[in-house]
């Protein structure tokens, strides 16, 4: 079974609240969509990564905004279920952007990222990072994923959501995020999809019956 979830951003407590919300067991995948947050330089994450590895079943994520991408970065990049991961454990892995992936018959386009709006707030190298918003080499990655799959995928994941789904939930589109909004909202008129999923809003809303923005549910795929 998977199921699929929003931020987690480092909490313990709240994401096995989640899970024991739901029927996961050993053998299942738990998709977070972005600002996973467990992956952080500090002695608390650390050890929770140690906890989170002892859980049997598979935890993937997106990145989001706020990720440590210099860490994630110190992690062995291999083929997991037809797409390329930071392998972070043996049972946890990022899903890197831009990457076609087949799970129990599934099959999924991940393009992570997102603009940190606290930005100002934020240390650079510390608890901000650039790697937040995509790369040019990470557009052309994905490009070339999407031709090799006609640009037709069962789930999409992203953090944040096309330009037009922002303004539809009442929130002002941010212009320092216009390229990779604007991308999506591209990909939203020419990929074929079942359901788009997504976080970084902290709702849980759904728009158009086609794009699903999660915080704190979390949804079993059937």
Known sequence: MIYITGDTHGDYDDFLFRMKQTNITRGDTVIVCGDFGFVWNTPYEKNVLTWLSNEPYTIAFIDGNHEDFDLL??????KWRGGNVHRISGNIFHLMRGQRFQIEGKSFFTFGGAYSIDKKLRQEGKTWWKEELPSNEEYQIASKTLEQMD?????????????????????????????????LEWLFGKMQYKMWFAGHFHINKMVQNKIQILHDHVVLLK
């Open 73 to 78: 970065k110190t992690f062995p990049v291999m």
């Open 151 to 183: 640009y037709t995928v069962d789930y999409v994941l992203t953090h944040t959501i096309p330009t037009f789904a922002i303004r539809q939930i009442g929130v002002s589109p941010d212009p320092h995020d216009a390229e990779l909004t604007g991308y």
